[in-house]
Nanobody, 129 residues
Framework: QVQLVESGGGLVQAGGSLRLSCVASGRRFSSYNMGWFRQAPGKERDFVAAIPYHGGNPYYADAVKGRFTISRDNAKDTVYLQMNALTPADTAVYYC??????????????????????WGQGTQVTVSS
């Protein structure tokens, strides 16, 4: 089992920034690809960003490319999502997720939520206009 705990959400004005963190425990963090997904009110949960277990070749949804940056610190068992130039459209609950490296580290795999075995409880991000 992998336990994931997100933090860093909150209320921010449009144009502002937030950094989300997700701390993992229970298994070897460096063996897991990590992803961020989000779910806005009344909508399905969507892919935001993912980073392979080795820290290279991150992937982003088109809606956040150039504004969000995913990174990981395997020594701290933590994955981050730096979010800049936020807009009200970014308002959502943000979820951290983990999938074992054996499933593959390509974009198709890491952008598909069904490929993830472990999920955090989510952290609310609200962007006011």
């Amino acid at each position: 089992q992998v336990q994931l705990v997100e933090s860093g959400g909150g209320l921010v004005q449009a144009g502002g920034s937030l950094r989300l963190s997700c701390v993992a425990s229970g298994r070897r963090f460096s063996s897991y690809n990590m992803g961020w997904f989000r779910q806005a009110p009344g909508k399905e949960r969507d892919f935001v960003a993912a980073i392979p277990y080795h820290g290279g070749n991150p992937y982003y949804a088109d809606a956040v490319k150039g504004r969000f940056t995913i990174s990981r610190d395997n020594a701290k068992d933590t994955v981050y999502l730096q979010m800049n130039a936020l807009t009200p459209a970014d308002t959502a609950v943000y979820y951290c997720a983990a999938t074992h490296r054996a499933r593959g580290s390509d974009r198709d795999t890491l952008s598909t939520q069904d490929e993830y075995d472990y999920w955090g409880q989510g952290t609310q991000v609200t962007v006011s206009s």
